[in-house]
Nanobody
Framework: QVQLVESGGGLVQHGGSLRLSCASP????????IGWFRQAPEKAREEARE???????????YYADSLKGRVNISRDNAKNMVYLKMNTVKPEDPAVYHC????????????????????WGQGTQVTVSS
């Protein structure tokens, strides 16, 4: 099991921005497809998992249609980190955000029916205040 560690969540004001970070002591992240998915607390079932964004090992990036223009995924290979920047945070954004290794190409790992997540961390909670 690959260990992934998310951080950067917390309380953010409606309309504000946040940056989530993903680290791993086990793997070199840029050699994997890495995705971010979110799961609202009241939706604990797997099918409630929404793929937010994903970066393939070749650097190509994918975003959920509902979040395009508001989120950006990036890597810092020197630090072995993957980041998710979210702007203009909305009331529908509160969730636990997880980063994960993705066994399929990222095109399948974004949107409301995202699949392919293999290992993921405990997640980081994002809460939005009005």
């Amino acid at each position: 099991q690959v260990q992934l560690v998310e951080s950067g969540g917390g309380l953010v004001q409606h309309g504000g921005s946040l940056r989530l970070s993903c680290a791993s002591p086990d793997i070199t992240l840029n050699t994997y497809n890495i995705g971010w998915f979110r799961q609202a607390p009241e939706k604990a079932r797997e099918e409630a998992r929404e793929g937010v964004s994903c970066v393939n090992s070749d650097g190509s990036t994918y975003y959920a249609d509902s979040l395009k223009g508001r989120v950006n995924i990036s890597r810092d290979n020197a630090k072995n980190m993957v980041y998710l920047k979210m702007n203009t945070v909305k009331p529908e954004d509160p969730a636990v955000y997880h980063c994960a290794t993705v066994v399929l190409t990222c095109v399948y790992a974004v949107g409301p029916h995202a699949i392919g997540f293999a290992s993921w961390g405990q997640g980081t909670q994002v809460t939005v205040s009005s």
